[in-house]
């Protein structure tokens, strides 16, 4: 070289035949037996571990009073237009899979809502949970009465059925089919339409 | 050797006769700005390593509900998840205690930057050839660890960016047909809040990730080693069959500690200067909760992105039914991650070429790579951007369907237009060389400025 910068150069080294690690037969069955045994022993300990457990699904069920977090029951009047309150059945407060928005809407909702899981003419519960990646539809727009999940913008109209009207979601949110009970408090009539959160691959 | 003798020089020595092999073979370092780029990687990796170290003293890994009472006014008194609480605890009532976080997330975004550009560079200027094919193998690996790494550390907060995380990956792991359901059905245990998915999480994130790292960055180094690095074309050696490169001592350490010292004052500049990680703009984990602009790990964005501008979709046939989540969030990086893995198999067969390559290629050198890099990296950047629809919105005042409309046209035009762009212009140049050329061989002789090299040097 013209100038040193301290640097050196050596010949390369001759060429190798495998692109190793992965070529030398019996390098990659070492390998292949290795790793499926740490994964075979891991898949084991984890199941022992953990194991498979009931599907944890919606507590809702008839007769279930809609209560705030606080475990407070509500009554039609409670809600003013355009409001939303977030509600778990009374014996499941904050359990995830069963939170529920009731919602005031402004006008009368239409089909292809189930017209008779709706109480006080506006009155109506959708699951919180998205049927797209399972966010919390944590959004209501009085507007247009329409859910928005903020996680991936799915959109929801309130007024028929919380189908999606905009966004990647393909499902409706499940709804729950409300009643009132004899001392006037908001009840559910059986248990959401379909099952909360995504809708899976599996038809 | 050593121009001041000293245990660090003594050291370093004692390292470069063993791993170089004597006279005839002494350890050569490669210096360039190529090499600063993994040897920034490198720097943050222990960066976090020793901040996450001394961060998982404090840290407690429970959704157990505890009432936190400390200096931090707005959570003094209330009822929050342990593992946020020892995180604020950690950030408000520790000494230092903050300024770790902070580094500890900045050099996480080092790392990271450091990692995805090390990867465009190699597939960029065809390092990934024989005789390096199997480490780009191991280096793929490398970079799914960092992902882990990214998403099990946005976890540990336990705030409510974690709670829809969780969702989402159970949301994405139940949209693969058949297995998808059980499977996410075992991995989170059904309901939030849950302590195992948070335990697995912290074990993943704090001891399996780092040694796993650790072994497979050891093994990836030996590789580089081994089978000497790729180095740029140069007028004075003919880097296809020599190594050139300075000795470990006092260059290669000269310049590793000139380039951890650089990086650790930024990365404490910015920690100061920036709000990383502010735990009181999160909020706690809340059963049920979101909230707007709610983002992951930003080396996520493109899962996110996908979720958002993939039209939905519900194809059901033969007991399977395709959602956007199973486009958007496994399809569309598997077949990325995919790409990566198989382009060097794909190239080597297209272009027959099965011989081995020490000297770097300029981006534009074969019209394939050119293309599928290019196709590569704009669909990736698309996706990234994408993940911003709703702050688009926001400051473009545009509603967030428009803008998710212009990207579903942008994902559509351009990576057909930026790749056939790319192709074109590497088409141009390969000719432009092949005239030049007196044998048209552009690939082994002719390098960017056009000058022909191969004379020996003399070392």
Not at chain 1, 4 to 11: A, F, H, Q, V, Y
Not at chain 1, 176 to 186: C, M, R, T
Not at chain 2, 317 to 333: E, K, M, S, Y
Request: proline share 7%.
């Amino acid at each position: 070289m013209s100038r040193d910068l301290g640097e050196r150069t050596i010949p390369r080294p001759d060429p190798v035949d495998e692109f190793a690690p992965f070529t030398s037969r019996r390098g990659l069955f070492g390998g292949l037996l290795a790793v499926s045994a740490v994964l075979g022993l891991g898949g084991i300990g984890a199941l022992l571990r953990f194991g498979p457990r009931a599907p944890a699904g919606s507590a809702w069920s008839a007769g279930a009073r809609l209560a705030t977090l606080d475990g407070e029951p509500i009554r039609p009047a409670d809600l003013p237009l355009g409001s939303v309150v977030t509600v778990w059945p009374e014996d499941a407060l904050g359990r995830e899979l069963s939170a529920v928005m009731l919602i005031r809407l402004r006008e009368v909702p239409v089909e292809p809502t189930r017209l008779d899981g709706v109480v006080d003419e506006t009155l109506i519960a959708y699951s919180r949970l998205c049927s797209h990646a399972g966010c919390a539809v944590a959004l209501y727009r009085d507007r247009d009465q329409a859910l928005f999940c903020p996680c991936h913008q799915a959109t929801f109209d309130a007024r028929r059925g919380a189908r999606p009207v905009s966004g990647p979601a393909s499902h409706p949110l499940p709804q729950l089919p409300l009643g009132i009970d004899d001392e006037g408090f908001v009840i559910a009539t059986g248990d959401l339409t379909a099952p909360p959160g995504a809708v899976g691959g599996t038809a | 050797m050593s121009v001041l003798p000293s245990p660090l020089a003594r050291v370093a020595e004692k390292l470069d006769a063993r791993i170089g092999r004597g006279a005839e073979r002494p350890s050569l370092w490669p210096i360039g700005f190529g090499a600063l780029i993994s040897h920034a990687a490198i720097v943050a990796f222990g960066v976090l390593t020793v901040t996450g170290l001394a961060l998982a003293l404090a840290y407690r890994p429970s959704t157990e509900l505890v009432t936190y009472s400390g200096s931090s006014e707005l959570y003094d008194g209330q009822l929050l998840p342990h593992a946020f609480a020892s995180i604020v605890r950690i950030s408000e009532d520790l000494p230092g205690g903050l300024l770790l976080r902070r580094v500890h997330v900045a050099a996480s975004h080092i790392f990271l930057i450091a990692l995805v550009a090390h990867l465009l560079r190699v597939l960029a200027t065809g390092a990934f050839r024989r005789p390096r094919i199997g480490n780009h193998l191991v280096g793929v690996i490398l970079l799914g660890i960092a992902l882990g790494f990214a998403y099990t550390g946005e976890l540990m907060p336990f705030s409510l960016v974690a709670a829809s995380s969780l969702r989402i990956l159970e949301a994405v792991i139940g949209s693969v047909p058949f297995i998808g359901e059980p499977l996410a059905q075992f991995i989170t245990g059904g309901e939030l809040p849950s302590q195992r998915l948070l335990v697995g999480a912290w074990a993943l994130h704090v001891f399996l990730l780092p040694g796993g790292f650790t072994a497979v960055l050891a093994w990836h180094l030996w590789l580089v080693h081994r089978r000497t690095p790729a180095l740029d074309r140069r007028p004075d050696v003919d880097v296809d069959t020599r190594d050139v490169g300075r000795p470990l001592w006092p260059d290669a350490v000269a310049r590793f500690a000139l380039l951890s010292a650089g990086l650790i004052t930024l990365l404490l500049a910015s920690s100061v200067l920036v709000p990383w990680a502010n735990i009181e703009l999160e909020g706690p984990f809340f059963a049920a909760e979101a909230t707007n602009s709610v983002h992951p790990a930003w080396v996520m964005f493109f899962t996110t992105g996908a979720l958002r501008v993939i039209p939905a979709i519900d194809l059901v046939f033969l007991g399977v039914r395709i959602t956007n989540v199973l486009v958007a969030a496994a399809l569309i990086p598997s077949i990325l991650v995919g790409m990566v893995v198989a382009y060097p198999f794909l190239e080597r067969r297209l272009l027959k070429d099965r011989s081995e390559h020490h000297a770097l290629d300029h981006p534009l050198d074969v019209p394939l790579r050119a293309g599928v890099v290019t196709f590569m990296t704009t669909v990736g950047v698309i996706l990234t951007v994408a993940a911003g629809v709703d702050v688009l919105s926001s400051w473009l005042a545009v509603p967030v369907e428009r803008v998710v409309t212009g990207f579903r046209v942008a994902l559509v035009v351009l990576p057909i237009a930026l790749t056939a762009g790319a192709v074109a212009a590497s088409r141009r140049r390969v000719a432009t060389f092949a005239d030049l050329g007196e044998d048209g061989d552009v690939d082994r002789e002719i390098t960017a400025s056009g000058h022909t090299y191969g004379e020996e040097c003399d070392s």
